[in-house]
């Protein structure tokens, strides 16, 4: 072998290895986990939104900026570095006194390039401002989706049947933007899903009810400010409806005025660990039948302005409820019979909310209700 030889494979080891330095640790180069294609997505994403709070700052293409990994609300998949979470939910700040609330949110319109983000799992974008536009259906192509998370964030109009594609979801948040809904045949396909809020809706159907019914393995259902009056599945959908295994119930803010008018509630025995119907119009005595379902912990029913009758002696079975609210329900009663209707919880309870009532009788005996 002559010199020149030599030279040259010496020239070409010395290549290799700085190669090999730049591969394995970014040394010059612009090696980020972050992939060009997904950093490009986002970008696009940015360009749709005012970000007059700078929430964003971090998202760019400058030099420095190159690893979007690390930029704020996003994760990667630390193996292939496909981006698996954006969440850019944002926060109400209440001033003291104040009597409004503020959030700074990011403003603008979805842009479609979020599809290049094949492996998403996780997308949040609550508390931000839509512009009042529906909800876009590429939504229902993120076929990975296992969180969604689109409350309060001005959206509008109905949800998109595209929808049904997002098998994977297990928690679907859309609450607090008054849609409409007029359509729920998507639903019972999300056999994943096990939270489901629409509050704040509005249902122009009759059906729709039926709908959640079929939804395989819900445990949590939101259904809170839709101005429900009325909710009542056959016994037939009830009968073989996984709403018999569901633990989590939200149903404040709308017009229940009987126990009558959500009574399959009731069959709900051995599941049912939380219920809210706070800010409705119930009135006369409590239904006996709350002290049927045994695994209670979380009972509100405050600010039900015609209560009065207090609680019931079905109560005592209560054994596991930790939180009672009443307030604000003119509730008339002894508190010595009170306290005695409540002894099965006596070991579990503690917050009971019994504010703005007409309670009366003597608190040394209701002291006697803690051991
Ligand atoms: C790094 O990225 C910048 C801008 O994207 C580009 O101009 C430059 O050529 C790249 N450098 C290397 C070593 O690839
Ligand atoms: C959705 O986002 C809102 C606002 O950020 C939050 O309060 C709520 O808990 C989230 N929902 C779920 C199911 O995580
Ligand atoms: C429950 O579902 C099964 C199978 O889908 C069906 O055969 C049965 O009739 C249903 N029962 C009721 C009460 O609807
Ligand atoms: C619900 O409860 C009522 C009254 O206890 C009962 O007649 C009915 O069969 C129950 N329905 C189901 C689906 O369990
Ligand atoms: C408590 O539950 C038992 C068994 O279900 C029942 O027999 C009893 O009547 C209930 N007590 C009250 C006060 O409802
Ligand atoms: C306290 O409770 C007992 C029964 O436990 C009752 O006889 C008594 O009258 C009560 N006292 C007051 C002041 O309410």
């Not at 929808?163 to 409409?180: A, P």
Request: one cysteine or more; a negative charge; hydrophobic letters at 40%.
């Amino acid at each position: 072998m002559d010199k020149w030889k030599y030279a040259r494979l010496a020239q070409f080891l010395f290549t290799l290895s700085l190669l090999f330095l730049e591969t394995s640790f970014g040394l010059g180069g612009n090696k980020t986990l972050c992939l060009d294609k997904e950093r490009d997505a986002l970008l696009e994403f940015k360009r749709g939104l005012t970000d007059s709070f700078d929430h964003l700052s971090t998202w760019g293409d400058e030099e420095d900026k190159q690893e979007c990994c690390k930029w704020k609300g996003i994760e990667c998949d630390r193996r292939t570095g496909h981006v698996t979470v954006i969440d850019l939910h944002n926060k109400f700040t209440c001033s003291a006194g104040a009597s409004a609330c503020f959030a700074p949110r990011l403003t603008g319109k979805l842009s479609p390039s979020l599809l290049e983000l094949e492996y998403l799992n996780y997308l949040d974008l609550s508390v931000n401002e839509f512009e009042r536009s529906e909800i876009p259906r590429f939504i229902g192509s993120l076929k990975r989706l296992e969180y969604l998370n689109l409350s309060a964030s001005f959206f509008s109009g109905v949800i998109p049947i595209q929808f049904q594609n997002l098998v994977s979801l297990r928690t679907l948040d859309l609450g607090e933007n008054n849609l409409i809904v007029k359509d729920l045949r998507w639903l019972p396909h999300l056999s994943s899903l096990e939270f489901l809020s629409l509050s704040s809706s509005n249902f122009q159907v009759n059906n729709w009810f039926q709908e959640i019914t079929k939804v395989p393995s819900l445990k949590e259902l939101d259904l809170s400010g839709c101005g429900l009056s009325k909710l009542v599945p056959s016994q037939a959908d009830l009968a073989n409806s996984s709403l018999i295994s569901i633990s989590v119930l939200h149903l404040c803010c709308n017009e229940f005025s009987s126990s009558s008018e959500y009574s399959w509630v009731f069959n709900l025995t051995t599941s049912l660990t939380s219920i809210d119907l706070l800010y409705n119009q119930l009135s006369g005595q409590i239904d006996d039948r709350f002290g049927t379902l045994m695994y209670l912990e979380h009972l509100d029913l405050a600010n039900n302005l015609k209560i009065e009758c207090g609680v019931p002696s079905s109560f005592g079975n209560l054994t596991r409820l930790r939180h009672l609210d009443m307030s604000n329900t003119q509730t008339v009663q002894w508190l010595p019979e009170l306290f005695l209707r409540l002894s099965g919880s006596r070991k579990s309870l503690e917050v009971l909310g019994l504010n703005e009532n007409s309670l009366f009788g003597s608190i040394v005996n209701a002291t006697r209700f803690h051991p």
